[in-house]
């Protein structure tokens, strides 16, 4: 979905200034109706450079977006839209609680500083910045540069033809095409005195992870309305090849050298291929549903969906030195033909209303590169061996109830929830090395760890004592844990009842706002409870501690 042209010819341009050297630019302009047919189109654009709150570098994006439509008739359209976007962005130093703890907020990579190859090139022969001496592992907070860049095509055409007053028909076909590169100057070529990577004896290589994605599919579905009926059913096809490889590119063996250019293309380069997988996915989604209302306050909706996504693994290679040999030529399929979805709305009184709903959901198998999520098939082949008997796709019952009220004064919900989760995956990571954010064998293993299960309530509610002003509070609790203990490589951890990693439990968020005519301003607060660190909740974090340690 995206914004429609408008029937007469205009633009708009905001720019906006911020902290940290931010600068954001919006154009747009419409065509307006260009026939008597209602020919119309806009082309927009936005601009966001900004630098980062700490270190050196910046993060900055562009976009444009554009549609067409045709009318056909009164009711009826064709439309075609294009959108493209680019990113280059230089990432923050990853952090440690002890980094945090002794060290402060501030330690970040070198890139974007004064002499920052030459820090760098130093620290990789342990020859560390005097500020970084309290550091622990100071190696390992001495990275040249850490970079994310992305570049997407995505466009289709869309018919939305109206067939009678009562049969609607929507199609869309489109294409995407995404390219992910991400690169860190890896300081840790050398093991033992040796050269593990054989570019050119440099201590410093670059290491690009470069993930691809070509998906091509159309969606189409119908409506019809008949009595109290509102009837609905649909189809979505897509079929996405994703392919994901790693890369070490030759740095300069020199402290005095000019280093590659992280947002260069590496052209002429000496690499070597680390490891790499292609998988192509098809997948195939129908839905039905009817909305029918006996009463005009009353609505009852049931629909179900049937899924089948089958995903396949193949070309992968390795750098057998350092890397086991990849899952290749394995697939994967997920079908259910039958996930229902049942709701019931009911406006009982004027501004109040309940609702009921319960449905079944499926995810099917996520694709990344190796070792990098829970997706079963980016680990070693014998990884992937160990478990391919016990991997099903995870699904989902969830209900969940609530209460509405839109008063003149007063607005409020309430919304209470549970939802079971059944064939969780889960990446289990095992550091098996000697040191060294390259050097170290982390092994992954992704397996079957039974179900989660969450109860929950959200709760909140607008004050509007005046017209323009606002205050606004939200409380949710949510106590999400795991079914059973996890069993990993013969060892049982005890995962049983404890809170679900990195979720809290509890979370409050308030506004105070106030618009007049064009003007607005406002303030946010919110607050996030405790929630682990790990999955068996022996460090609990909440807001700016860590058991102690600051984060």
Not at 343 to 358: M, Y
Not at 476 to 487: L, R
């Amino acid at each position: 979905m995206s914004s429609a042209p408008k029937d007469k010819m205009g633009g708009k341009v905001v720019q906006t200034f911020g902290s940290n050297a931010l600068y954001h630019l919006f154009f747009r302009f419409d065509s307006g109706k260009l026939n008597s047919s209602g020919t119309k189109f806009y082309v927009s654009y936005m601009r966001n450079d900004t630098e980062k709150w700490k270190g050196g570098g910046s993060q900055f994006m562009q976009q444009v977006n554009t549609k067409f439509v045709q009318p056909v008739g009164e009711q009826s359209n064709v439309s075609a839209f294009f959108n493209w976007d680019s990113l280059q962005m230089v990432n923050y130093q990853d952090y440690s609680p002890n980094w945090l703890q002794n060290n402060g907020y501030y330690l970040d990579n070198f890139y974007g500083l004064p002499n920052a190859w030459q820090n760098s090139y130093n620290s990789s022969q342990g020859i560390y910045p005097s500020s970084y001496k309290n550091v622990n592992d100071p190696k390992d907070a001495s990275y040249y540069d850490s970079t994310a860049s992305s570049h997407d095509y995505f466009g289709g055409i869309t018919s939305d033809i109206t067939l009678t007053n009562r049969l609607h028909w929507k199609t869309t076909a489109y294409g995407h095409e995404q390219i992910q590169p991400g690169t860190y100057a890896n300081p840790y070529a050398y093991q033992h005195g040796q050269d593990t990577i054989g570019l050119n004896g440099g201590p410093i290589f670059e290491q690009m992870r470069k993930p691809t994605i070509h998906r091509y599919g159309f969606l189409s579905s119908v409506d019809y309305n008949i009595a109290r009926n509102r009837i609905s059913a649909g189809v979505w096809y897509e079929n996405n090849h994703y392919s994901t490889y790693e890369y070490a590119y030759q740095q300069p063996a020199s402290a005095s050298a000019t280093p590659l250019d992280p947002f260069g293309n590496f052209s002429g380069v000496p690499r070597r291929t680390l490891w790499g997988q292609q998988y192509n996915t098809n997948t195939f989604t129908a839905f039905v549903q009817d909305t029918y209302r006996p009463i005009s306050p009353l609505a009852l909706h049931f629909g179900f969906k049937s899924v089948l996504s089958t995903t396949h693994v193949g070309d992968a290679v390795n750098w057998s030195e350092r890397f086991p040999t990849l899952t290749n030529d394995e697939s994967l399929t997920t079908a259910k033909a039958f996930l229902p979805h049942v709701s019931i709305e009911w406006n009982f009184l004027p501004h109040h209303e309940v609702f009921f709903d319960a449905s079944e959901n499926v995810h099917t198998y996520p694709q990344s590169g190796y070792n990098s999520s829970n997706a079963p098939m980016a680990v070693s082949q014998v990884a992937y061996d160990a478990v391919r008997n016990t991997l099903k796709p995870e699904t989902a019952w969830t209900f969940a109830t609530g209460y509405r009220y839109d008063g003149r004064f007063i607005q409020g919900s309430l919304y209470l929830y549970r939802t079971n989760f059944k064939n969780r995956l889960q990446q289990i990571l095992a550091n098996t090395g000697d040191g060294g954010a390259f050097l170290t064998n982390n092994t992954a293993t992704v397996q079957n760890v039974g179900g989660v299960t969450m109860n929950g309530v959200d709760a909140g509610i607008t004050l509007t004592p005046v017209k323009g002003f606002e205050i606004f509070n939200s409380v949710s609790y949510s106590h999400s844990t795991y079914d059973q203990n996890i069993t990993s490589g013969g060892v049982s951890y005890a995962t049983k009842n404890k809170q679900v990693v990195g979720y809290p439990s509890f979370m409050y968020k308030s506004r105070i706002s106030y618009s007049w005519r064009d003007f607005q301003a406002f303030v946010d607060a919110q607050y996030y409870g405790k929630r682990s660190y790990d999955y068996t909740g022996d460090w609990l974090c909440c807001a700016n501690t860590c058991q102690g340690f600051p984060v």
